[in-house]
């Protein structure tokens, strides 16, 4: 309580002592505000004519420092329109009308104590919706995950290297605007670039490690993974239509196989009709194939990957794989260590 009239301060102090309130009182705003630095009060009472600095400077001066989340009620003989709106405009929540009532006063401070408790279990309930929202994330990658390595343990391996690449390349375009990336975007596509390939759960052995190179029918079988994909996901965003996350994994899943020139496939989309998620994973995704030996083909150094995609004209978005090139080292390094970690796990076994 802030008043600069101590008998105002004593009778407030008695009204709210006696209903079972922990009560400081201040006979400025001053000295309350440098107290606040060490103390933080559930609800304030302040005055408004006060020497020095006014009841409304005060809870401006709150509000500055403090945010919103601290109730004030303003005690004041002043019974105007205007000084009452004046009070709402600096950030108070109610307003008393001098001669103070007890009860009145026990009522209002009351509903206030309610809102702050309202809002405090709200935030503790949000947040653990939260939590258990980004555990069953989580836990959704990691069971779809274990479907592809029973398949190939290499398959695994290369999901591992995307996901990290993809969420690598994801924070450096936070800092492009161009891009409009937002952590939410990265935490987004660090679930969701796993999953691009999980239609090859349907696709048969003969076909996925097939050394030799596939036949046209083959090849028609091998591309409807990403229809595969899609629908696997397609069926879970009908379940969680507001779900960020699972939306992106179905573009990703749907679309990292576009070209920017349009000669991708399955849907021959052009340009930036191709969701920015599924662009990204279509650089990272070539990048890491490149670099790594498949039944077909030898692995490629960092230098020779990128060579061969400089002339792979027309297949990724110019404005994405500048930034890449731009950043090679941080690339290279990336999928360096999650490598070396793969290696030391096939050691161990």
């Keep these: 309580?802030?008043?600069?009239?101590?008998?105002?301060?004593?009778?407030?102090?008695?009204?709210?002592?006696?209903?079972?309130?922990?009560?400081?009182?201040?006979?400025?705003?001053?000295?309350?505000?440098?107290?606040?630095?060490?103390?933080?009060?559930?609800?304030?009472?302040?005055?408004?004519?006060?020497?020095?600095?006014?009841?409304?400077?005060?809870?401006?001066?709150?509000?500055?420092?403090?945010?919103?989340?601290?109730?004030?009620?303003?005690?004041?003989?002043?019974?105007?329109?205007?000084?009452?709106?004046?009070?709402?405009?600096?950030?108070?929540?109610?307003?008393?009308?001098?001669?103070?009532?007890?009860?009145?006063?026990?009522?209002?401070?009351?509903?206030?104590?309610?809102?702050?408790?309202?809002?405090?279990?709200?935030?503790?309930?949000?947040?653990?919706?939260?939590?258990?929202?980004?555990?069953?994330?989580?836990?959704?990658?990691?069971?779809?995950?274990?479907?592809s390595e029973l398949r190939d343990n290499d398959t695994g391996n290369h999901i591992e290297r995307v996901q990290a690449l993809a969420t690598t390349f994801a924070e450096l375009l936070i800092q492009e605007p161009r891009f409009q990336v937002s952590p939410l975007f990265v935490e987004a596509i660090r679930l969701a670039s796993p999953l691009h390939d999980i239609g090859k759960i349907a696709v048969p052995d003969s076909i996925l490690l097939k050394s030799g190179k596939l036949s046209d029918q083959e090849w028609e079988f091998m591309r409807e993974h990403v229809r595969l994909g899609g629908a696997v996901l397609q069926e879970l965003h009908h379940q969680f239509p507001n779900n960020y996350f699972i939306y992106m994994a179905m573009d990703v899943a749907l679309y990292h196989h576009e070209r920017w020139d349009g000669q991708g496939y399955v849907h021959g989309l052009v340009g930036e009709a191709i969701p920015l998620a599924a662009r990204i994973v279509t650089i990272v995704d070539v990048y890491d194939a490149l670099r790594t030996s498949r039944p077909y083909k030898v692995a490629y150094s960092h230098e020779q990957a990128l060579t061969i995609m400089r002339q792979m004209e027309g297949a990724f978005d110019p404005n994405l794989f500048e930034v890449f090139t731009a950043h090679e080292s941080l690339m290279s390094d990336t999928f360096e260590s999650v490598l070396e970690v793969d290696t030391q796990v096939l050691i161990l076994k």
Excluded: W
């Design 1 to 147: 309580m802030v008043d600069d009239t101590p008998a105002n301060l004593r009778l407030l102090y008695e009204i709210l002592d006696e209903a079972g309130y922990k009560v400081r009182v201040f006979p400025n705003g001053q000295l309350m505000l440098h107290v606040m630095g060490r103390i933080r009060p559930d609800v304030i009472l302040l005055d408004i004519m006060m020497p020095d600095m006014d009841g409304y400077a005060v809870c401006e001066a709150v509000r500055e420092r403090f945010g919103q989340q601290i109730p004030i009620i303003f005690l004041s003989a002043l019974t105007k329109a205007y000084d009452k709106v004046r009070a709402f405009e600096v950030g108070g929540q109610d307003y008393i009308t001098k001669p103070i009532h007890p009860q009145e006063v026990l009522l209002r401070v009351g509903a206030q104590l309610k809102q702050v408790n309202e809002r405090e279990r709200f935030s503790s309930n949000l947040a653990a919706k939260e939590t258990e929202l980004k555990e069953y994330q989580e836990s959704l990658v990691k069971t779809l995950l274990r479907l």
